[in-house]
């Protein structure tokens, strides 16, 4: 399976932004998927999961209820929108496969990674 991120870009505090993530393959539906983001100077870390049905998710703490995963099965894409960002937010966003957890949470359990994308939030 192979990954590319993209929709990051230059936001305002408080805007909005949505990722893609195109997968190449056929069996891109029996991966859970995940965004991943690393901020300058910082570990990566754990954004959201979702199953390889879509119908189950996780986030972390520091998004909840203002970071939406989906995913489009038919269209070998996953989607993270982004609201309400904040400053803290900046990172580069990367997008993985992983087919060894319902809904994977940790980078060791990825089994491919994308390119990421710059995300920048302004104050």
């Known amino acids: 399976v192979q990954l590319q991120a993209s929709g990051g870009g230059l936001v305002q505090a408080g805007g909005s932004l949505r990722l893609s993530c195109a997968a190449s393959?056929?069996?891109?539906?029996?991966?859970?998927m995940a965004w991943f983001r690393q901020a300058p100077g910082k570990e990566r870390e754990f954004v959201a999961t979702?199953?390889?049905?879509?119908?189950?998710?996780v986030y972390a703490d520091s998004v909840k209820g203002r970071f939406t995963i989906s995913r489009d099965n038919a269209k070998n894409t996953i989607y993270l929108q982004m609201n309400t960002l904040k400053p803290e937010d900046t990172a580069v966003y990367c997008c993985?496969?992983?087919?060894?957890?319902?809904?994977?949470?940790?980078?060791?359990?990825?089994?491919?990674w994308g390119k990421g994308t710059l995300v920048t939030v302004s104050s």
């Open positions: 993985a496969a992983g087919a060894r957890s319902s809904l994977p949470r940790s980078e060791y359990g990825m089994d491919y």
């Open positions: 393959g056929r069996t891109f539906s029996r991966y859970a």
């Open positions: 979702i199953s390889w049905t879509g119908g189950s998710t």
